[in-house]
């Protein structure tokens, strides 16, 4: 059901990945943070609900809305970027920073210490993926792959990859790790979610935090046709764009 969601783990992967397709997908870059007037028209009232996988009303929050299957999502303040490829609009925000509360997956390759233990500084970034065209599209449950790196950590050519993302931390600041409700849901239906147009859904990462320095991010994204497994889907590939979080 994951498969996809490896990416988002093992930045290698997603190195070789993008690699390999060269340009089989679409590729996108940064915008200006969306003005209310941009917003409000890109955010305009969806031709309907998901009528399959799920069901049930659109639920409105924080200038979004969200099929009935999405977590919702109210976001803090302003983006930190935004970025859109064809029919697809992508939106970042700081939701918080905490503490790791266990060791990232990586170590150095010559100290044989972890990259990013616990007790370490993280941001929490929650991404809304808006669909902006004007049709229905797909999505599965592993959502976007971000690849984000960062100079100071000079692993894997300056990945730093994610660090550990933990939910109690996450529910604090009102996100998910995935942001497709999945509890009780029925898989022989199929593995893809409709997103209709005005629709968003929307999840979060746990980053390495280090103030004032470049993050240099780089999506990935899958989109499908229909709701059944057997759609392989097409890869959108959005421009690399740089953002900093400043000190508080």
Known sequence: MLARARYVVVGVVLTAALGACGNAG????????PTAAATSSVRASASASPSAPASGEV?????????????????PGPPVATSRK????????EVGRATTKRDSTFRDRETGRNIWPAG?????????????AAGRF??????????????SLDYL????????????????????????RTKDYDWTKGDHFPLDPGQSIAQAVA????????YRFTLQLDLYDRVEKGDDGHYVYFDPFSVTFPAR
């Open 120 to 132: 370490s500084p993280v941001v929490y970034v929650e991404m809304v993926v808006t669909n902006v």
């Open 207 to 214: 980053l390495p935090l280090r103030t004032g320095e470049a």
């Open 138 to 151: 797909f999505v599965s449950v592993a959502g976007p792959h971000p690849l984000v790196t960062l100079k």
């Open 86 to 93: 064809g029919g697809v609009e992508v939106t970042y925000f």
């Open 59 to 75: 639920q409105h929050t924080g200038g979004y809305q969200f099929p009935s299957y999405a977590y919702p999502f109210t976001p």
């Open 157 to 180: 050519g300056g990945v730093s990859n994610l660090a550990t993302f933990d939910t109690a931390t996450a529910d604090g600041f009102g996100v998910h790790q995935y942001g497709i």
């Open 26 to 33: 679409s590729v996108g870059g940064p915008l200006a943070a």
